[in-house]
């Protein structure tokens, strides 16, 4: 996917489809990151944000509350999607919906080239659902390109999750590369982790197969979970610390503790996952 001087957006326009608390896991989980509490300019990017701004305005209440001067950027491919946005901003700064009528919140036309103005580069792009619609072939070269944009010390958050954000996973990138892969799920009524295996990031999905290193993870995760069945009596949260702890016994490198696994997330280091 190269990089292009013709001013051109770069990428294809996708289904969009959204929901108000979709991207509610993703947003709580890059809260608690240190990145933006380090970084000058708290410029965030939702690249690809769809036919709907709302996970644009969530993201910025919710990172608001831990970086009050915190500015997210929503950039869509169809500008079509573009002006409707800013119809829907111009609700927004009447007081109209229950967003703040101040909300540091804009909308722009782009894709993975991020355009944006001189001396702007952000701390973190978050691009959710989009690449899951593209080719494998096509994930390193969007990777690449957002990489170059990020601010020395930012991340990149690509992921992907169900329609009602109960089962949602992604990777997280710096400027060098990927460097995790988090899983989240809604843990009430889960019957084996593994389900979280059909919203698997783009660059994993299609390696959930015997030999594959993402496929050794959902075989050890559903099978820790199997031995952790009694502790259901305490609750799934219980439940799944102690799937977690299984794991990380195993050899699996577990990033992070149990503040997060009570939400129903793990996190582990990229190279135990990584294709093959």
Not at 26 to 45: E, F, K, N, S, T
Not at 50 to 68: D, F, Y
């Amino acid at each position: 996917m190269a990089d292009r001087a013709d001013g051109r957006a770069i990428g294809t326009v996708t289904r969009g489809t959204t929901n108000t608390n979709r991207l509610r896991r993703v947003d709580r989980w890059l809260a608690a990151q240190p990145v933006l509490r380090r970084i000058g300019d708290p410029l965030v990017v939702d690249l690809g944000y769809g036919a709907s701004p709302v996970t644009v305005l969530e993201l910025q209440r919710r990172m608001s509350r831990h970086r009050p001067d915190v500015e997210v950027l929503g950039l869509e491919i169809d500008p079509a999607r573009v002006h409707a946005a800013r119809r829907h901003l111009r609700r927004v700064r009447a007081a109209a919906t229950p967003f703040a009528p101040d909300a540091r919140v804009g909308f722009d036309h782009g894709g993975f080239e991020v355009p944006l103005p001189p001396g702007r580069v952000p701390a973190v792009i978050r691009a959710f659902n989009v690449l899951r619609q593209y080719a494998e072939a096509e994930v390193s070269g969007a990777w690449e390109l957002m990489r170059s944009r990020l601010h020395s010390g930012g991340i990149v958050i690509e992921g992907t999750c169900d329609e009602l954000g109960r089962v949602s996973s992604w990777i997280t990138l710096d400027v060098d590369g990927p460097r995790s892969l988090t899983l989240s799920l809604r843990l009430a009524g889960v019957q084996r982790p593994s389900i979280v295996a059909e919203r698997l990031p783009k660059a994993l999905i299609h390696r959930n197969v015997p030999g594959e290193r993402v496929h050794a993870l959902m075989t050890s995760l559903d099978r820790a979970w199997t031995h952790a069945a009694p502790l259901s009596v305490y609750g799934p949260e219980q439940r799944w610390v102690a799937t977690v702890k299984t794991l990380r016994a195993e050899g699996w490198p577990v990033i992070g503790g149990k503040s997060r696994w009570r939400l129903g997330e793990l996190t582990v280091a990229w190279d135990c996952v990584a294709p093959r």
